[in-house]
């Protein structure tokens, strides 16, 4: 089947960003009780608060919080 255009899409690199919407799941209750202390005392601060919560970045803490505290209902 020669002569194909238009098919230079790889949809193999695409797969390793999908996660990018959803935050990590397994947040355990003492982590999120600690962001929530910790947000209290620091505020938007995600890389302070990441620095408390081993194995944890500052955006997986960010949209954990974001996810966590969205208004749509």
């Known amino acids: 089947m020669a002569g194909i255009h238009g098919s230079s899409g790889d949809v193999s690199a695409d797969s390793k960003e999908q996660p990018s919407q959803v935050p990590k799941a397994g ?20 890389s302070l608060i990441a620095g408390r919560i081993p194995g944890r970045t500052a955006e ?14």
């Open 27 to 46: 947040f355990s209750d003492e982590e999120d009780t600690l962001i929530t202390i910790l947000y209290n005392l620091v505020g938007e601060r995600w």
């Open 60 to 73: 997986e803490i960010e949209e954990y919080w974001n996810s966590k505290n969205s208004t749509g209902e």
